[in-house]
């Protein structure tokens, strides 16, 4: 009976069973009550028209986006970069300030400065424009 | 606004995907309403829609690139504010704002749009009180623009099922409309 009856409400119903339909609303006591009830709520969930979120809320959105990202990058893949920077310069600035240590780890001074020390810096000053240069950009992509 | 084709918003990903993050802002314009409608039902109070809309989209946002096109975005879009918008309702378990403050936006300026805005409370009410499986199968129905076929693709199931979850919705509202009617006439005694 309800799948007719939705059927009917749906506007999918053929031409006999919309006869059946009408006919029984007519005779059918229980028929009518249920096609009472079924049909105020469907008419109540067809006018309820769509809500609206308060103004500014596309803004509240993309602001909300703005604020998730960079952090996103900041703590996957910068922070990473500059500890290992950071352990780097602390660890070289440690061996030039007491050569001792160099012996201890048996590693000194001149071992170092010996291992083509400037083709390796100049290389790792390459990498670290490069990275400025591709996070800069891509910051700058993400910024809504 | 104009409503945007199937083509348009595929362009409009690929923008976002190249890097064009402003973009974005045009797919959240076109189906802000109706995810904020959707979460209103489920959640049924507009602050929580609204955290559940922001939520929803900026989730789709950060998982643009799992969006394969093979739907519509709106469909991938509605996946993801119904699964928050139905986590965010278990976890608040019952809805803790009173229907009844339930604040009705615009101002009442006429007899039709008080009688509306009695509707709209009146049918809040009675989701308040059903399942959120059930609330959610009669949203995507009534948002008008979805078919079934949709509609099985967002609740995850089969075309059937979700045809068969959907009729029961509609009688279970029925029968919640009828209860709180029968209420309501016993209050007025």
């Known amino acids: 009976m309800e799948d007719l009856i939705f059927r009917y409400l749906d506007g999918e119903c053929t031409v006999t069973e919309i006869e ?8 059918d006591h229980e028929f009518a009550t249920v096609f009472a009830q079924l ?14 979120p308060k103004r500014g809320f596309a803004n509240r959105v993309m602001k ?32 030039v300030a007491v050569p001792e240590l160099g012996d201890y780890i048996n590693l000194s001074l001149p071992d170092i400065l010996s291992r083509n020390t400037i083709v ?25 | 606004m104009r409503q945007l084709d199937k083509n348009q918003e ?3 990903i690929d923008r976002i995907r190249n890097g064009d993050s402003n973009a974005y802002r045009l797919l959240v314009k076109q189906y802000e309403r109706y995810v904020f409608s959707a979460a209103m039902k489920i959640m049924g109070h507009p602050e929580d829609a609204e955290d559940v809309a922001q939520e929803a989209f900026v989730k789709a ?15 991938w879009l509605y996946r993801i504010a119904i699964n928050t918008a139905i986590s965010k309702r278990r976890k608040k378990k019952f809805n803790t704002h009173d229907i009844d403050d339930t604040p009705v936006r615009g101002s009442v300026s006429n007899a039709n749009e008080l009688k509306h805005n009695e509707q709209k409370r009146y049918l809040q009410l009675a989701f308040n009180q059903m399942q959120e499986d059930d609330v959610t199968a009669l949203t995507l129905f009534y948002l008008k623009e979805l078919r079934l076929k949709e509609i099985a693709e967002i609740l995850e199931i089969e075309v059937n099922s979700a045809k068969v979850r959907i ?20 209050n007025l005694i």
């Open chain 2, 167 to 186: 009729h029961r919705a509609r009688k279970k509202l029925a029968l919640v409309l009828q209860d709180l009617l029968h209420h309501e006439a016993k």
């Open chain 1, 64 to 95: 909300s986006l703005q604020v998730q990202r960079f952090p996103a990058i900041q703590d996957s893949f910068i922070v990473k970069i500059g500890l290992a920077m950071l352990l780097f310069l602390v660890a070289a600035f440690t061996l």
């Open chain 2, 10 to 12: 595929l362009e409009i």
């Open chain 2, 61 to 75: 946002f950060k998982s643009l690139d799992q969006f394969d096109g093979r739907s519509k975005f709106s469909t």
């Open chain 1, 20 to 27: 059946t339909v009408e006919a029984r609303l007519e005779t």
């Open chain 1, 120 to 144: 390796y810096a100049t290389l790792l000053l390459f990498f670290f424009m490069v990275l400025d240069w591709f996070l800069t950009k891509r910051a700058a992509k993400l910024k809504p």
């Open chain 1, 39 to 52: 049909h105020e709520a469907n008419e109540l969930l067809m006018n309820s028209s769509l809500d609206m």
